[in-house]
């Protein structure tokens, strides 16, 4: 004799589910973990590429007058173009000045959100993503005033 479908209870059929949904939990989370952590990578990809442009454009400058304002919007158009806010790049020249020979060193703080997701946006303070980098004045520069003592030897 053959059991004919209708005629099994259906006993056991919700037991299961919970697992199911627990593992799409997993995933969901998963996936958020492993995309705040590429956030906090492309950051701070993006601070270096704003700093290296910051001072490389002040060392570059025509005259120190200008070297500031050139130097934030290189690293405002790094961060545009990394796909993001240069509203909160927070660039700081740390040291150097615009003169033969001195060393000038930008750091560049980009706030990372904790959680960010497309549909509901940003939360939490998160982390901050720093970069530094530095770059030489000319010595043999035309516009700068004094002697080249670092390009003797």
Same mark, same amino acid.
């Given at each position: 004799?053959?059991?004919r479908?209708d005629?099994?209870?259906e006993?056991?059929q ?5 697992a ?7 995933l969901?989370m998963?996936?958020?973990v ?8 492309? /950051?701070k990809?993006? =601070?270096?590429? #704003? @700093?290296? &442009? +910051? ?5 570059? $400058?025509? !005259?120190?007058?200008? /070297?500031?304002?050139? =130097?934030?919007a #290189? @690293?405002? &158009? +790094? ?5 993001? $806010?240069? !509203?909160?790049?927070?660039l ?6 615009f @003169? ?22 940003? @939360? ?12 030489v ?13 670092c390009?003797?030897?």
């Amino acid at each position: 004799m053959t059991a004919r479908l209708d005629e099994r209870g259906e006993a056991g059929q919700v037991g299961g589910v919970e697992a199911v949904i627990f593992g799409v939990l997993i995933l969901v989370m998963g996936t958020l973990v492993i995309a705040n952590a590429w956030g906090v990578i492309d /950051a701070k990809l993006a =601070a270096a590429a #704003a @700093a290296r &442009e +910051a001072a490389r454009a002040y060392v570059e $400058s025509p !005259d120190a007058s200008s /070297a500031g304002a050139l =130097a934030e919007a #290189a @690293a405002a &158009e +790094a961060m545009t173009g990394h796909g993001r $806010s240069a !509203d909160r790049l927070d660039l700081t020249l740390v040291s150097g000045g615009f @003169a033969r020979c001195s060393r000038v060193v930008f750091e560049a703080r980009y706030p990372v959100p904790l959680i960010s997701i497309p549909v509901l946006g940003r @939360a939490g303070t998160g982390f901050v993503a720093r970069a530094r980098h530095s770059e030489v004045v000319d010595p043999y520069r035309r516009s700068l005033p004094g002697g080249a003592s670092c390009a003797t030897g």
